[in-house]
């Protein structure tokens, strides 16, 4: 098959790879033709303007847009969209809030251009890993793109089965899943994203009593100088929490016991205050993921151990640099 891809950062780059490994083809389009040139160089079709891209394309057309969620993919969309007829597909990869997918589908129906919405996890390390794409438009233009998911997300891989599956979608075993219509998926990738918060809160303030539980305010027979990097490695290896994200905690203490080249500073994204509002809208009550969130927000003002750690976490999961200065 054929896709065109605009958007050549981390992940847009390397999906692109992963795609012409297993032989399919790419034309690519960045604001940055270095981006393209590079990629032209692995084997990708480069063009240098939307019309040029869009041209190159073979009708109907598959584009995906990788770019930042907001202003950045809302210009995109509509500059595209000025470009393509009706059987075409516009897929933003993206994080965008699912109720701006309902309404770019809904601007887009009447002239016939199909919007999928994919939430895609899988951060610097996609390229090998493989990337779990969470799916949301109509059913006849995702099967139309299902060469293409297959190749992107993780596949099988070592992971047993989960008993009890007969008769459920079997592409969620593959990795990749059709979530339901215009914006279903980037609402479960929302929720994802508003979880992993809640799951790095937790691993970072157990290792932060472990920091702690040398302090001098503690009686002398209840100090423990306890070694974080071996206790992170030994729960990778048969605990009930291990995980991913434990696996990059691991690597981040190994590296730096004492994270030093962390100050603490941790952005939040989007995702996660858009899941809080949803929890607020369908009166779900969800005090861990909130109470993840406000953390963050605290972070921006005081540091704790807890706080590298979820810098640490961030930066190795999504190679996301931190703030180096405060706020608030």
Not at 72 to 98: H, K, R
Not at 123 to 131: D, F, I, P, T
Not at 171 to 183: I, S, T
Not at 265 to 283: C, M, N, P
């Given at each position: 098959m054929?896709?065109?891809m ?6 847009g780059?390397?999906?692109v790879?992963?795609?012409?490994r297993a032989?399919?083809?790419?034309v690519?389009?960045n604001r940055?033709?270095?981006k393209v040139r590079?990629?032209?160089?692995e ?6 303007s939307l019309a040029?891209?869009v041209a190159?394309?073979?009708p109907?057309r ?9 202003e950045a993919?809302?210009a ?5 969209a000025e470009y393509?007829q009706?059987?075409d ?11 701006d997918?309902?309404?770019?589908a809904?601007?887009?129906?009447p002239?016939?251009i199909h ?8 951060g610097v390390?996609?390229l090998?890993?493989?990337y779990?794409l969470?799916i949301?438009?109509?059913?006849a233009a995702?099967?139309?793109l299902d060469p ?6 993780p596949g099988?891989g070592?992971?047993p089965?989960?008993?009890g599956r007969?008769?459920l ?7 990749y ?6 914006g279903?998926?980037?609402?479960v990738?929302?929720?994802?994203n508003?979880i ?8 970072a303030?157990?290792f932060?009593?472990?920091k702690n539980?040398?302090s ?6 209840h ?5 974080l990097?071996?206790?992170a490695?030994?729960?990778r290896?048969?605990s009930?929490?291990?995980?991913w994200?434990l ?5 981040a ?5 004492d ?5 603490g500073?941790v952005q939040d994204?989007?995702?996660?205050r858009?899941?809080i509002?949803?929890a607020?809208?369908t ?9 993840a ?13 807890a706080?590298?750690?979820l810098?640490a976490?961030?930066?190795?999961f ?5 703030a180096?200065?405060r706020?608030?």
């Amino acid at each position: 098959m054929q896709l065109g891809m605009i958007g050549l950062g981390r992940m847009g780059a390397n999906i692109v790879r992963r795609l012409l490994r297993a032989g399919h083809a790419c034309v690519v389009y960045n604001r940055t033709p270095d981006k393209v040139r590079q990629l032209e160089a692995e084997g990708a079709i480069g063009a240098y303007s939307l019309a040029e891209f869009v041209a190159r394309l073979s009708p109907p057309r598959a584009t995906w847009i990788m770019v930042p969620a907001g202003e950045a993919t809302e210009a995109m969309v509509l500059e595209l969209a000025e470009y393509l007829q009706a059987g075409d597909i516009l897929i933003d990869g993206g994080n965008s809030y699912y109720k701006d997918d309902v309404r770019r589908a809904a601007l887009l129906a009447p002239r016939g251009i199909h919007y999928v919405d994919i939430g895609t996890s899988g951060g610097v390390w996609g390229l090998e890993r493989g990337y779990c794409l969470m799916i949301g438009g109509e059913a006849a233009a995702v099967d139309r793109l299902d060469p293409l998911l297959r190749v992107i997300a993780p596949g099988r891989g070592d992971i047993p089965a989960t008993p009890g599956r007969s008769g459920l979608d079997r592409r969620a075993e593959e990795g990749y899943l059709h979530c339901g219509p215009v914006g279903a998926g980037h609402f479960v990738k929302m929720v994802h994203n508003g979880i992993e918060y809640g799951i790095m809160q937790a691993y970072a303030e157990g290792f932060d009593i472990f920091k702690n539980a040398a302090s001098a305010e503690l009686p002398a027979a209840h100090r423990y100088a306890l070694n974080l990097a071996d206790i992170a490695e030994v729960w990778r290896r048969g605990s009930v929490v291990g995980s991913w994200l434990l696996d990059l905690t691991a690597m981040a203490l190994a590296e730096t016991p004492d994270l030093a080249g962390y100050t603490g500073f941790v952005q939040d994204s989007g995702e996660g205050r858009w899941t809080i509002q949803a929890a607020i809208e369908t009166a779900v009550p969800a005090e861990v993921l909130t109470a993840a969130l406000y953390t963050r927000f605290r972070s921006r003002q005081e540091h704790t151990f807890a706080e590298k750690m979820l810098s640490a976490m961030r930066n190795k999961f999504g190679g996301h640099v931190e703030a180096t200065h405060r706020e608030g």
